[in-house]
């Protein structure tokens, strides 16, 4: 596609005069954040969304917790490296988008704080969990380089939305970038919810996936719950055709210390 229809089908999908079929989209959400968006042609415009229950942070710092237990963090080094401790706030989300001549150039993503007063940026306020969803996955889907990888991180943190489909879609897109696509495929990893290690699996089987996206999957169902992902890289192990695919599922069953991975290897060495 080239530059010029590229960035012009990116407006109107923003704008929401493109509806592309996306679980999403699907649920009738209104456009107004987009609208108001599109508006901008060049500047900076922002707003706050509300988070799932289980994600914190400070700044760009972003921790979660998984089953009251594990905690991961993204953006910032472990507080034991510097002897303090930070404030977790329980949101909101803050979402800065960065436009020029009617494209997104840049997106940014914090968590709690409050923004600092300014006489150029454009403040939607507190836009809704579905209306922020849609906007963000617009933006993946539209949007060339670092701002659609960008947008991606933030889409799968916000409440109330189920989004593991939409990431399907943009790692079967291969009219996306490929790192957009491999994104998808990472924070789908992530994700609480238990179709997504199914989502994987099925991403894993596709032969008409490039492979890059295909050892993404593998590494994020390493990603996953135990009970979901040594299973499915045991059956990755056991069914694919793909020697390289194997291979890949094998290392990560080995980095898990899984008894039932551990099973699994005791029974292909006795094959030899």
């Known amino acids: 596609m080239k530059p010029a229809i590229r960035m012009a089908a ?8 493109l509806a592309p079929e996306t679980n999403m989209q699907a649920q009738g959400i209104a456009q107004d954040a987009a609208q108001r968006l ?8 922002r707003f706050t969304v509300t988070l799932r229950p289980e994600v914190c942070g400070s700044g760009q710092n972003v921790w979660r917790t998984r089953d009251g237990r594990q905690r991961t963090s993204w953006g910032g080094r472990d507080t034991r490296d510097v002897e303090y401790d930070v404030d977790c706030d329980a949101g909101p ?8 001549g009617g494209a997104v150039r840049d997106l940014r993503f914090y968590v709690g704080g409050r923004w600092r007063s300014s006489s150029t940026a454009t403040d939607l ?12 996955l617009a933006i993946a889907r539209a949007s060339d380089g670092k701002a659609a990888r960008d947008a991606i991180f933030p889409l799968t943190l916000i409440d109330s939305v189920e989004v593991w489909r939409d990431l399907m879609q943009l790692a079967r897109d291969d009219a996306r970038p490929r790192e957009v696509r491999r994104q998808s495929v990472f924070w789908l ?5 238990t179709p997504a ?29 135990r009970d979901e ?8 192990v056991k069914t694919s055709r793909d020697p390289e695919l194997r291979r ?3 290392f990560w069953l080995g980095q898990s210390g899984d008894p039932r991975a551990l099973a699994l290897i005791e029974e292909l060495l006795a094959r030899r």
Not at 229 to 236: D, I, R, S
């Open 248 to 250: 890949k599922a094998l």
């Open 38 to 45: 599109a508006a901008v042609r060049s500047g900076t415009v």
């Open 197 to 225: 290690t199914a989502g994987l699996d099925e991403l894993v089987g596709e032969d008409a996936l490039d492979r890059d996206v295909r050892e993404q999957a593998i590494f994020a169902l390493s990603q996953r719950p």
């Open 229 to 236: 992902g040594v299973p499915a890289l045991v059956k990755v």
């Open 10 to 17: 990116g407006a109107l999908l923003l704008a929401g005069a």
């Open 189 to 193: 990893g992530q994700l609480a919810e």
């Open 125 to 136: 306020g507190q836009v809704s969990t579905r209306e922020a969803a849609s906007l963000l």
């Open 93 to 100: 989300g803050r979402v800065v988008v960065e436009k020029d």
